[in-house]
């Protein structure tokens, strides 16, 4: 009943089930499944796609041997498991070159080859078919302001994304970029903190029609905020492009938790969100099973992610269909037939509504049975209603 819908598009990284359960005090728990593996655990999980940062699929120091040995190897997995590449993204975080950032470094020389790799990393994902490209700035920022200038920063990240966009034109590409943002972790501090940062930077861009957001849940609840707040404003704008879900306790570090494992309400609400405005791009887990788990309990944290998604899907369908949730919803949503007046500006309208009888006191006695509502919500989610 809960099967993954293929037309939600649901996606995994090579870097997310391929995780070997390294932490920073610990070694890998598990051996590295390669890519085949990756691809038969995703296809036996009933995935939609798998998406990679260049050195996922081709390690760094790769001859090209070995990367068209790797590469066709791919290949073969997708096409044996219906596997497709909807993503591709580029490493500019693991090699100690980018130790003080990408395309915000200091050296110049640093820049230009953050700049190449991309380039490189472009024309290996459009080698798979990927038409979104996803840039995670991990090591853009800064430990102490005394080391970069912050409003550098911003113009060598707007430099690198311009010449980026005209070479996905020239090339033909066909690419949209998702920015993703990220309080810290790796860096003390990161710059474009959060979604909002970049939907900010975006119209400054040259092709601002080609760029938009790729929002994550882990990274705003990291940082305490409210995370379908910030997908709702790259919604209404047009500008989710691709979607992290995950799932992340506030205050502690990168979890990566798998999505809806300990968020149940926010899951829901984002979900619900989603399916209610029809958000039609790939829904992309960005998680790691626990760090104690076996490659046959990765498959498990797979099917799970998915199967969570279903689930709460049903239940957004359920709560959108209780009467009694509509019913509290018409009182909460009072309506007067007033509101036409700021619809559009006029100084007829302006003069109208200046003379309008709105009685705060009485306005002030309208009810919202929000306690009424949330119990409603939480009993659907508890599975009793
Ligand atoms: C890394 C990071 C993610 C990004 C990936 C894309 S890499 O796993 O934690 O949030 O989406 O670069
Ligand atoms: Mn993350
Ligand atoms: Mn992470
Ligand atoms: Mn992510």
Known sequence: KYA????????????????????????????????????????TAGAYGVNFHDNDLIPIDATPEQAAQIKSEFRKGLKD????????????????VFKDGAFTSNNASIRAYAIQKTMRAMDLGAEFGAKIYVFWGGREGAESDATK??????????EAIDFLCEYNIEQKFGYKFAFEAKPNEPRGHMYFAVTGSYLALIPTLAHPEMCGVNPEFAHETMAGLNFVHHVAQALEMGKLFHIDLNDQEMGRFDEDFRFGSTSYKSAFFLVKMLEDYKYNGPRHFDSHAYRQS??????????????????????????????????????????????KLTKNYSSGNAKKLLAAPLDRVELAKARLPYEQLDQLTAEILFGVR
């Open 81 to 96: 498991n219906g596997l497709v590449v909807p993503m591709a993204t580029t490493n500019l975080f693991s090699d100690p």
């Open 294 to 339: 076996d490659m046959q309990d990765v498959g498990a944290f797979a099917a799970g992610s998915m199967r969570t998604y279903m689930i709460l899907k049903e239940k957004a369908a359920r709560w959108n269909a209780d009467p009694e949730i509509q019913g509290l919803l018409k009182v909460i949503n009072a309506q007067d037939p007033i509101s």
């Open 149 to 158: 200038n912050p409003v550098d920063a911003v113009k060598r990240f707007r």
């Open 4 to 43: 993954p819908d293929k037309k939600l598009k649901f996606t995994f990284g090579l870097w997310t089930v391929g995780n070997p359960g390294r932490d920073p005090f610990g070694e890998p728990t598990r051996q590295k499944p390669d890519v085949r593996q990756i691809c038969d655990i995703l296809g």
